[in-house]
């Protein structure tokens, strides 16, 4: 069925440190993926996205991974700081026009200083 | 930088009861959407609205939800009797296309169902 999931469910990392969230999904359709970013008592904020054409998509201190083969999603956030701390969702479209989104469990970044 | 605006931020409302949660999306954003999130759970999709009317919904959104877009810049979710199990904060969203393009959410409206 649809799903997506995260493996683990907080991340505790040192500030300065690198992060690397993982997330693997189920529906080899699925062909745009996003990762958002949920701080306590707000909205998903929008972080990085990639399309399924793509292995590698980089962002200003993130880049997203995505393995098709094994259906694997990473997530690496460089030189962790405080104000990473917050939950990390991976979404999935699969391929639905109407832009449906499919959701993971999250992950939970605890930045220690 | 444009956003998504919900209104209430929070509403406490009596088992059975109707409510109306409302947001008005980006302002050249064509898809709409809801979702919601129990607390401590993942991002559920409610539904999603193109051209005046719903494109997909998932079995949460039964009888008892509904959609409007009333005017040019409110979207609407009505839920018409409340139970208990609608505890959750509600997210609205929107994007300017449906396939594959990034979805902006709200702050969110916590339902508080007693």
């Known amino acids: 069925g649809e799903s997506v999931g995260l493996h683990l469910p907080t991340l505790s990392v040192q500030e300065g440190d690198n992060s690397i969230i993982n997330c693997a999904y189920s529906?080899?359709?699925?062909?745009?993926f996003i990762w958002y970013k949920q701080e306590s008592g707000k909205g998903p904020q929008f972080i990085i996205d990639?399309?399924?054409?793509?292995d590698k998509r980089q962002g200003q201190r993130v880049t997203v991974l995505l393995n098709k083969t094994v259906k694997h999603l990473s997530l690496q956030i460089a030189a962790t700081q405080p104000g990473d701390s917050a939950v990390y969702f991976c979404a999935e479209n699969m391929r639905s026009n109407t832009g449906k989104l499919i959701f993971g469990q999250g992950t939970t970044l605890q930045v220690k200083p | 930088e444009p956003e998504v605006t919900q209104t209430p931020s929070h509403q406490v409302t009596q088992m059975g009861q109707e409510v109306i949660l409302r947001c008005v999306p980006i302002s050249n954003h064509l898809y709409f959407y809801w979702y919601r999130q129990i607390l401590g759970q993942k991002v559920e999709f409610l539904v999603s609205f193109y051209n005046n009317e719903i494109s997909e919904k998932s079995e949460i959104f039964d009888d008892q939800f509904s959609v409007e877009r009333p005017d040019g810049s409110n979207f609407t979710l009505k839920i018409r009797s409340t139970k208990l199990e609608d505890s959750a904060m509600y997210f609205c969203a929107s994007s300017g296309q449906g396939m594959n393009t990034e979805a902006f959410f709200g702050q969110g409206t916590r339902l508080t169902v007693v």
């Open positions: 529906n080899s359709a699925s062909d745009y």
């Open positions: 990639i399309r399924s054409n793509m």
